[in-house]
C-alpha cells in the first residue's frame, strides 16, 4: 500500500523540480542543464534496474537501445515528416527498441545467463554501430544524421520532457516492486531453478522488464537527439550510456526504487564538474568511480545505510 507521507513528499519534490527552471534563466544557467542531465541518467538508471536491479540479468546494450531510439527520430523526421518532439516519433522511438529487445531476448534470455548474457548485450550495440555506420544515406553513414537546429526554441520542453521520463520510468520501478509481478522477478534473481520449480514462467518474466529497459532507453535517446540535433554514431552508440547508468543504479542501490535517484543526481554532479576542472581527465574519474563503487559499495548506499539502523525495541529479524 502506498504511504499517503510519502506520496506527498514526492509530489512536493516533483513540484519543486518542476519550478526551477521557471525561477532561474533556463537558458543561461548551468544548474537547469545539469538537472536535465540527471533526469536523462536517472530514467535510465532506473531502466537498467528494473532488468539488472530485480530481475538479476545484468545487461551492458543500452547504449543500443539508446542510440536505435535517437535514430528513429531522425529518420522518423526526415522520413516521415515527424517533426519536432513529435509524440508519434518519441513512442516509435521507445517501441522500436523494445520490439529489437524481444526479438534478441527470447534467444539470449533463454540460453545465457551471467557473464555470457552481458556480453551478448554488449556486442549488440557495436552490432547496431557499424550497421548505422554502413547505411549509406539512410542512416548518413559515418557523419550521422543532421537535424534542423533551428527547430529549437527553449530548454523548457527539454526540462520537463526529462523530468517526466525519469518519474515515469521511477514510476514503473516502484510499481513493478509492489506487485505480484515484482515478487516473481525477485526470485527469479535470487534462485531462477527454484522459481522455475514453483511454476514461474522464467523466459516471459525476463522479457517484459528487458522491453521496459529498452523502451525506456530509447525514449532516452530520442530527447537527446532533440537536444543535440546532430545524431552521430560514435557518439550515441557510445559505452558511457551504459556504464554511467550502470554505475548510478549500484552506487545507489540496485533492487530499490530510490538507490539509482541518489546514484543519479550525485554523479550527474560529480561528473559535470570533473567535465569542468578537469575535462582531460574526467573519463577516468568515470572509470576510477566505477572500480571502486563494485568494490567497496557493491549493494549500494541505501542498503549499507539500513543496514547500520538498529533493530527496534522488541523486533526481530527477518
Known amino acids: 500500500m502506498i504511504n499517503q507521507r510519502q506520496t506527498i513528499s514526492s509530489l512536493a519534490v516533483i513540484a519543486a523540480l518542476a519550478c526551477v527552471p521557471l525561477v532561474l534563466d533556463a537558458e543561461n544557467n548551468y544548474f537547469v542543464y545539469c538537472l536535465f542531465m540527471a533526469f536523462t541518467y536517472l530514467a535510465m538508471a532506473q531502466g537498467f534496474n528494473i532488468i539488472g536491479g530485480y530481475t538479476g540479468q545484468v545487461t551492458l546494450g543500452q547504449h543500443a537501445f539508446f542510440g536505435l531510439g535517437a535514430y528513429v527520430t531522425a529518420i522518423a523526421w526526415e522520413s516521415a515528416n515527424l517533426g519536432y518532439f513529435n509524440p508519434i516519433a518519441m513512442f516509435l522511438s521507445g517501441l522500436i527498441p523494445a520490439i529489437l529487445a524481444v526479438l534478441i531476448g527470447m534467444p539470449l534470455l533463454s540460453k545465457l545467463r551471467g557473464d555470457y548474457f552481458s556480453l551478448g548485450t554488449l556486442g549488440l550495440g557495436e552490432i547496431l554501430r557499424l550497421i548505422f555506420i554502413q547505411g549509406g544515406a539512410f542512416t548518413g553513414g559515418s557523419m550521422g544524421k543532421y537535424l534542423p537546429s533551428g527547430s529549437y526554441t527553449s530548454m523548457l520542453p527539454y526540462y520537463f520532457l526529462a523530468l517526466f521520463l525519469a518519474v515515469f520510468a521511477t514510476a514503473t520501478v516502484f510499481f513493478i516492486m509492489k ?51 546532430h545524431i552521430h554514431p560514435q557518439n550515441f552508440f557510445g559505452l558511457s550510456w551504459t556504464l554511467y547508468p550502470i554505475l548510478m543504479c549500484v552506487l545507489g542501490g540496485g533492487g530499490t526504487f530510490i538507490g539509482p535517484i541518489i546514484g543519479a543526481f550525485v554523479l550527474t554532479g560529480v561528473f559535470e564538474m570533473a567535465k569542468i576542472w578537469v575535462p582531460l581527465i574526467h573519463p577516468i574519474i568515470s572509470g576510477t568511480l566505477i572500480i571502486l563503487a563494485i568494490l567497496f559499495l557493491p549493494e549500494g548506499l541505501i542498503k549499507m545505510r539500513l543496514k547500520g539502523i538498529p533493530l527496534k525495541q522488541g523486533a526481530t529479524k527477518p
Request: net charge neutral; charged share 10%; with cysteine.
Open 179 to 229: 506487485s505480484s509481478f515484482g515478487l516473481a522477478l525477485i526470485a527469479i534473481r535470487e534462485d531462477e531453478t527454484g522459481a522455475m520449480a514453483n511454476g514461474i514462467g522464467v523466459l516471459r518474466y525476463k522479457l517484459f522488464p528487458f522491453a521496459v529497459y529498452a523502451f525506456i532507453s530509447g525514449l532516452c535517446g530520442s530527447l537527446q537527439a532533440y537536444y543535440l540535433f
